[in-house]
T-cell receptor, first 114, second 113 residues
Framework: AQSVTQLGSHVSVSEGALVLLRCNYS??????LFWYVQYPNQGLQLLLK??????LVKGINGFEAEFKKSETSFHLTKPSAHMSDAAEYFC????????????FGAGTRLAVHP | NAGVTQTPKFRILKIGQSMTLQCTQD?????MYWYRQDPGMGLKLIYY???????DKGEVPNGYNVSRSTTEDFPLRLELAAPSQTSVYFC????????????FGPGTRLLVL
C-alpha cells in the first residue's frame, strides 16, 4: 500500500531564503507523485507532478521537486521564498489503481517572514 | 469554466441533523472524489465515482452516502451528523485523458455541535 510522510508540520523561512519541504513516500509500484498547495480558505492547487521521465520536475511559481528513487523522496524546493508562498503544502502519491486515488501526506504549513 | 464548485462554504449542524454537500464540475470529467481534511491531517478519501451511476467507497465512508445521477454533480449526504464529522470537505474531479491530475473545489467547512 502507498503512504506519504511529510517531515515537519510547520516550516518558517525568511523572505528570500531557500524553501525546502520534505516528502517521503512508500509505494509498491513506480509512483506518481504530486505537490499541491492550499492558500487560506481555498481549495488545493496542483504545483507539480512526477509521472515518468526526468526526475527533476518544475512547477508553477518557481517551485521544483526531485524524485529520488533510492531515497524514496520527492522534496519540494524554491530558491528564494516570497511572502506570497505562505500556504499549506501537501505531498501525494497516486495509487496507480484503476481509479487513480490520491494518498496525501499530513501537510506542511509554510510561513514566510520579512 | 468555473471548474469545481462546492456549496455551501460553511455550515453548522446539530448532532443528528442531516445535510447534503453539493459538488458540481463543468469540465465534463468522468471521475469525481470526495475528501475530508481534519486539522493536522492529510486529505482522506470518502467516496469516489467513475461516472454517472457508479460510485465506490474510499478510506472513510462511514456516516456518508453519495449519488451520481449526472456527469456534473456528485453530492455528499450526511444522514445523522456527529461531532466526528466536523471537518473541511473537498470535492475533486479528473478527466479520463489526464489520469494523474485532480482538480479541487474550494471546500465546505462543516461544524457539528
Amino acid at each position: 500500500a502507498q503512504s506519504v510522510t511529510q517531515l515537519g508540520s510547520h516550516v518558517s523561512v525568511s523572505e528570500g531564503a531557500l524553501v525546502l519541504l520534505r516528502c517521503n513516500y512508500s509505494s509498491s509500484v513506480p509512483p506518481y507523485l504530486f505537490w499541491y498547495v492550499q492558500y487560506p480558505n481555498q481549495g488545493l492547487q496542483l504545483l507539480l507532478k512526477y509521472t515518468t521521465g526526468a526526475t527533476l520536475v518544475k512547477g508553477i511559481n518557481g517551485f521544483e521537486a526531485e524524485f529520488k528513487k533510492s531515497e524514496t523522496s520527492f522534496h519540494l524546493t524554491k530558491p528564494s521564498a516570497h511572502m506570497s508562498d505562505a500556504a499549506e503544502y501537501f505531498c501525494a502519491v497516486n495509487d496507480r489503481g484503476g481509479y487513480n486515488k490520491l494518498i496525501f501526506g499530513a501537510g506542511t504549513r509554510l510561513a514566510v517572514h520579512p | 469554466n468555473a471548474g469545481v464548485t462546492q456549496t455551501p462554504k460553511f455550515r453548522i449542524l446539530k448532532i443528528g441533523q442531516s445535510m447534503t454537500l453539493q459538488c458540481t464540475q463543468d469540465m465534463n470529467h468522468n471521475y469525481m472524489y470526495w475528501y475530508r481534511q481534519d486539522p493536522g491531517m492529510g486529505l482522506k478519501l470518502i467516496y469516489y465515482s467513475v461516472g454517472a451511476g457508479i460510485t465506490d467507497k474510499g478510506e472513510v465512508p462511514n456516516g456518508y452516502n453519495v449519488s451520481r445521477s449526472t456527469t456534473e454533480d456528485f453530492p455528499l449526504r450526511l444522514e445523522l451528523a456527529a461531532p466526528s464529522q466536523t471537518s473541511v470537505y473537498f470535492c475533486a474531479s479528473r478527466s479520463l485523458a489526464d489520469k494523474e491530475t485532480q482538480y479541487f473545489g474550494p471546500g465546505t467547512r462543516l461544524l457539528v455541535l
